[in-house]
């Protein structure tokens, strides 16, 4: 028996439906090794965050961090997690060195320890030295958005000169090279934590 036109222009927006929902796995972005290279975004949307980064083909690593549609810093990193050059929303920069080299250092996997020192250089010559303690304590595997990703559980601590601390827990993905869960506490305050949702594909 023929169904009624109203009967079934009503399957036929259900059957569309079901087809958009079923395809949103396939509009999934989750890069590869290699296309994590031609650059991503990250996206923390309660936050209203963005982390650009940019198209890498060697060890350093730029990311643009975007707050409510403003460019709040950009860094480089030594192959995502070793910080070399950053530079604020207001245009003023800072260059870390350390009391140890980097390029040399022991793999960064689990089991992962080292206590060193970073000073940080502002360009008028200023310098500011932190202690630095980073441990590699384990292994997880999180999704961000509908990709899943194996990453390093990251904990550490820095020290400032004025006696204040942070201590923080990150989950660092080594095939995208950027941070994408962290929480930080600073002295007895309460933790703050930042979880990117999503993975964009980098506008060019």
């Known amino acids: 028996m023929r169904r009624p036109a109203s009967k079934r222009r009503v399957v036929a927006l259900l059957a569309t439906a079901a087809s958009a929902l079923g395809s949103g ?19 923390g949307e309660s936050r209203g965050i963005r ?3 940019q ?41 870390p060195s350390y009391d140890f080299d980097y390029t040399k250092d022991a793999p960064f996997t689990e089991g992962y320890h080292k206590t060193f020192r970073m000073t940080l250089t502002l360009a008028n010559g200023d310098a500011t030295t932190l202690k630095v303690e980073t441990t590699i304590v384990g292994q997880d595997r999180i999704k961000v958005g509908d990709c899943a990703l ?55």
């Open 25 to 43: 796995s396939a509009l999934a972005y989750c890069p590869t090794s290699e296309t994590a290279r031609s650059g991503f975004v990250v996206v």
């Open 55 to 95: 198209p890498s083909n060697d060890d350093m690593l730029t990311t643009k961090l975007i707050s409510g549609g403003t460019l709040q810093s950009t860094a480089t990193r030594y192959k995502g997690y070793m910080l070399t050059r950053i530079v604020y929303g207001n245009g003023a920069t800072s260059t």
């Open 51 to 53: 982390e650009e980064t």
């Open 150 to 204: 194996d990453t390093l559980v990251i904990e550490g601590r820095t020290d400032y000169p004025n006696g204040s601390f942070q201590m923080r827990r990150s989950n660092f993905s080594p095939l995208l090279r950027v941070v994408v869960r962290a929480t930080f506490t600073n002295g007895n305050a309460p933790p703050s934590t930042v979880i990117f949702d999503r993975i964009e594909p980098l506008a060019h």
